[in-house]
């Protein structure tokens, strides 16, 4: 049996603002990252174009941006949900220079009228030169980290 949820997407178009929040139309913003056309410079844009996948259900983007240790084998996505917003809170590293690098956000969505949201510190590496999501920072890691 086929499954609908691919289906049921939201229609982004190239020339709608990006639903990563950025002011650009999503071809020129997280459109570029998931046609391959170019790579996530820094892991705030991995976290945004990764974001932008789930509102346009781009499961492949999504598993070729996670860390191979902790990819999942598939992915699917949730029908009802649907994703209204993304904040970025903070960030750490990151830059040319790092290899590493944490993103806390909050992504909000709607689940059968019901507004909810995801709030989570998202750790990120540099493997083989391209930024990846690895998984969230544990919050013991979070506090230790203080100098
Ligand atoms: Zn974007």
């Known amino acids: 049996m086929a499954r ?4 049921r997407q939201p229609a982004i178009t190239d020339s709608a603002p990006c639903p990563c929040g950025r002011e650009a139309t ?19 844009r991995l976290m945004r174009s990764r ?10 983007y999504l598993l070729r941006t996670w860390h191979p240790a902790t990819r999942p084998s598939d992915l699917d996505f949730d029908p009802d949900q649907r994703w209204t917003g993304l904040e970025i809170l903070g960030t750490t590293g990151g830059s040319a220079f790092h290899t590493e690098g944490t993103v ?4 909000h969505y709607s ?7 995801q709030h989570e510190n ?7 030169g391209q930024w ?15 100098s």
């Open 122 to 128: 998202s750790r990120f590496l540099r493997d083989n």
């Open 132 to 146: 990846v999501y690895v998984s969230p920072v544990p919050p013991e890691a979070d506090r230790s980290r203080t």
């Open 26 to 44: 999503y071809r020129d913003c997280c459109g570029s990252f998931h046609r391959g056309e170019t790579t996530a410079p820094t892991p705030e």
């Open 4 to 7: 609908y949820s691919a289906r």
């Open 111 to 117: 689940e059968q009228g019901h507004a909810d949201s």
């Open 51 to 60: 974001y932008s996948a789930f509102v346009v259900h781009d499961a492949a």
């Open 104 to 107: 806390e956000f909050i992504a």
